[in-house]
């Protein structure tokens, strides 16, 4: 069973995900990664030159491929929720787990993720915080939900995680 992260964007789901992969059997899998090398452009160049929808698009093949793979953990893009299809597809083969922090969190991360999120670019703090709102019933529809709070390490929520994947491989063997 793969280990799938939700949330939005700089909730920690890299972080996180790489510290699973380092202390656990899973293989690190970021979406964003692999479309970055699919295209051969930045998440930035591909949102300037061909727009959100042809990004999602990609993004959805990115889903399809990722979910036949084993034992990984997949660090998914902070949109990849919108589209259910996504998350239906990656439940079928994975634990969907949502990084869930409160917009504080978020807005104490902004400047740094400015330089690297496409829908950050140009925003506003109020526009940010309502495509954050927006999106929550989205970020609900997954199998866990893991508060996320400054100061806690990627390390420490790679533990809670992959303990409950361990609670739950045992429930099945009995």
């Known amino acids: 069973m793969n ?3 939700t949330g939005f964007m700089a909730s920690g789901k890299t972080e996180i995900s790489k ?7 899973y293989n690190l899998i970021d979406t964003d990664d692999l479309i970055v090398k699919k295209m051969n452009m930045t998440i930035n160049e591909i949102f300037d030159k061909y727009g959100e929808e042809h990004f999602r698009k990609i993004e959805h093949e990115t889903v399809k491929e990722v ?3 084993k034992n990984a953990v997949i ?3 902070g949109g990849v929720v919108l589209n259910k299809q996504n998350v239906d597809i990656l439940r079928k083969t994975g634990r969907i787990f949502n990084l ?3 917009f504080s969190v978020i807005k104490e991360r902004l400047e740094e993720a400015r330089k690297t999120r496409p829908l950050l670019k140009h925003d506003s703090i109020e ?3 309502k495509r954050f709102n927006d999106r929550k019933p989205f970020y609900d529809d997954c199998d866990y939900k893991i508060s996320v709070i400054n100061g806690r390490t990627p390390r420490s929520y790679a533990i ?3 303990e409950i994947m361990e609670k739950e491989s045992e429930g099945i063997r009995k």
């Open 3 to 5: 280990i799938v992260l």
């Open 75 to 77: 660090a998914t893009g």
């Open 127 to 129: 526009s940010i915080e």
């Open 67 to 69: 979910s036949e793979m």
């Open 100 to 102: 869930s922090p409160n």
């Open 19 to 25: 510290a699973i992969a380092e202390m656990s059997k």
């Open 160 to 162: 809670e995680i992959l």
